[in-house]
């Protein structure tokens, strides 16, 4: 099987290493990419430092268009990508072509929001001691960035850090998940097809422990990071000097309220407490359902999960497929275990195959095992009752993760009530906490995080505010 190699500075490289990609499904060996040396990873990050410059006077038609191109070039090579994605993932084809079609609209947000980057100019004669200043308010690049980026959208939360690094005119290297380089890599391959100067971008799929030497070098200034709770608030800590963005995890709730539409509710909490095989900090976990539609609510969920196709990830009609790694699934297996064991009861699934776990329902789960108040991470969730709105509210909020909620409801008062009392980055009305699109502030409170993605916001995060005042105008 030939090496593909990975992305120095805009070009292809390989190192003195090899790093084997399996498909959790059947383990079969779906790549093989090249791991640079320490040297390697040197000559990247000085690339990038030195290019910091250039990068940010880059024209903005020049940004635009390269990421324009990718675009582009993404769409053209979408049904090869979304089979790339399934085979390092075992993500199910279905869901790998929208994670696909998603980084298309991502990137071209990015052209989008790149072309209206603009300063701003504020008359400062509003007092008669600033007679004749102008002030010019500029966004600056903090610097080159480093993106460590997680498993679960191998392509698509690459895009989240490249794509608005580019807009912003900042150096970027990336560090993919080393169970699923392969995205990044030909993301990589297509941003070497732009007009970008050398040193713009680096894909280095090292371990997860040389990462640290990555994270603490003062050349890269801003680490975006999207993954677990201990690791990103680890790098927070390493590092408090330096610009750092986490998305990090979440046990997200749907509430279910008395004036849901239950079919409808049923449907979306079925699906998306399944999909990606609830490898999505968004994915629901904790479904907490008002009394009077309780009986109602789960007679209509439990045959909606019942119906979920499973099995391989690379026929069209499945829908839920295998978790990243059997060790993995071992791991969901052991919290739905300790939770019966202390007196939860299995609805649905609980079941493991291989790197399989079974759409699992559980009720009457303790709060304080794992599977309530961890982030599982697996096609689980478990249901809560609630009096009313006051106790599903407080249930939502008594989790140290504050990622995003979804709450059924038709009333418009109650929406803006979740709105203003939930404490979580994204209140989602009328359906599923999974949902997201790419172009709105996405991002948490509490463990969940700080800093927000989606364009327009990681701009902001990956730049500072500078002034320039112009004196002794006539305004």
């Known amino acids: 099987m030939d090496v593909r190699p990975f992305w120095l500075a805009g070009r292809p490289v390989t190192g003195d290493a090899e790093l084997t990609v399996t498909n959790s499904h059947d383990g079969r060996v779906v790549g093989v990419c090249s791991v640079p040396t320490a040297a390697q990873v040197e000559e990247a990050v000085a690339a990038a430092d030195a290019v ?31 089979h790339l994605i399934t085979q390092e993932n075992g993500k199910p084809l279905f869901w790998a072509r929208g994670e696909v079609n998603r980084a298309i609209s991502t990137f071209r947000f990015a052209a989008e929001e790149t072309r209206r980057l603009s300063g701003e100019a504020l008359r400062l004669d509003t007092e008669p001691a600033a007679a004749g200043r102008l002030a010019y308010v500029s966004r600056v690049p903090h610097g080159p960035i480093l993106a460590i980026t997680p498993f679960n959208f191998p392509l698509n939360l690459v895009a989240h850090k490249v794509a608005p ?7 970027v290297i990336v560090k993919p ?31 997860n422990d040389r990462a640290a030497t990555l994270v603490a070098d003062p050349r890269l200034p801003v680490v975006s990071f999207t993954g677990s709770g201990p690791v990103g608030y680890a790098i927070m800590d390493q590092v408090p000097r330096k610009h750092v963005t986490l998305e990090l995890g979440g046990n997200a709730a749907a509430v279910v309220l008395a004036d849901a539409d239950l079919d409808w509710a049923a449907s979306r909490v079925a699906l998306f ?41 690379e026929d069209e009609k499945t829908q839920v497929g295998p978790l990243v790694s ?35 329902v559980l009720a009457d789960v303790p709060a304080d095992t ?64 999974s949902y997201r699109a790419d172009q709105m502030p996405y991002g948490g409170v ?15 995060d990956y730049t500072y505010e500078k002034v320039m005042v112009l004196t002794g105008l006539t305004l």
């Open 273 to 313: 407490s399944n999909y990606q095989a609830g490898q999505s900090c968004i994915a629901v976990q904790r479904v907490i359902v008002e009394e009077a539609v309780h009986d109602a609510f789960v007679a209509r969920l439990l045959p909606a999960v019942e119906a979920l196709v499973t099995g391989d990830p």
């Open 446 to 460: 509490k463990d969940s995080g700080v800093g927000r993605e989606g364009i327009r916001s990681a701009i902001a």
């Open 370 to 433: 794992k599977v309530s108040c961890e982030e599982v991470f697996g096609p689980v969730m478990i249901i809560q009752t609630v009096s009313g709105p006051d106790e599903a509210f407080a249930a939502v909020n008594a989790s140290k993760y504050g990622l995003q909620a979804g709450v059924f409801t038709r009333n418009l008062d109650l929406a803006f009530r979740a709105n203003r009392e939930l404490e979580v980055g994204g209140v989602i009305i009328g359906d599923v906490p």
């Open 177 to 207: 998940a080393p169970a699923t380089p392969l995205s990044a890599l030909v993301l990589g391959e297509i941003l070497a097809e732009t007009d970008l100067p050398d040193g713009m971008f680096s894909v280095l799929p090292v371990p």
């Open 165 to 171: 690094a580019i807009a912003v005119g900042a150096p």
């Open 326 to 360: 059997v060790e993995a699934a071992e791991r969901v297996e052991q919290w739905i275990a300790e939770a019966v064991a202390a007196g939860a009861r299995v609805l649905a699934g609980g079941t493991r195959d291989g790197a399989s776990i079974a759409p699992t």
């Open 52 to 82: 910091r410059k250039e990068a940010a006077a880059l024209p903005i038609h020049v940004r635009a268009e390269a990421l324009a191109h990718v675009s582009r070039r993404l769409a053209e090579r979408a049904d090869e990508l979304a």
